[in-house]
Nanobody, 116 residues
Framework: QVQLVESGGGLVQPGGSLRLSCAASGFSFSMYTMRWYRQAPGKEREWVAVITRDGGVTNYVDSVKGRFTISRDNGKNTVYLQMNTLKPEDTAVYYC?????????WGQGTQVTVSS
């Protein structure tokens, strides 16, 4: 059974940094593109970043380009999201996601709050 477990969220001041992790199990992690999404209060879930299965290609929503970096370690079945220069508008629950032929899988999310 697919499991995605996010961690690393918390409260940080504007301009600060956090590193999110998503530990995956129950599927062949290295065979799949991985994504991060986020959902702010009262808003729809938004795609944030994507990384191909070998890590060779990444892409980001415009609002985080130059500040966030997605990476993965296939040996550890883990995908990361390094978030720098955080802004209050980055406050959201962050989710990792895998899309497979059998369907999408999501973690439980990790809360990121950017506030002074």
């Amino acid at each position: 059974q697919v499991q995605l477990v996010e961690s690393g969220g918390g409260l940080v001041q504007p301009g600060g940094s956090l590193r999110l992790s998503c530990a995956a199990s129950g599927f062949s992690f290295s065979m799949y593109t991985m994504r991060w999404y986020r959902q702010a209060p009262g808003k729809e879930r938004e795609w944030v970043a994507v990384i191909t299965r070998d890590g060779g290609v990444t892409n980001y929503v415009d609002s985080v380009k130059g500040r966030f970096t997605i990476s993965r370690d296939n040996g550890k079945n883990t995908v990361y999201l390094q978030m720098n220069t955080l802004k209050p508008e980055d406050t959201a629950v962050y989710y990792c996601n895998v899309q497979r032929p059998l369907g999408d899988s999501w973690g439980q999310g990790t809360q990121v709050t950017v506030s002074s």
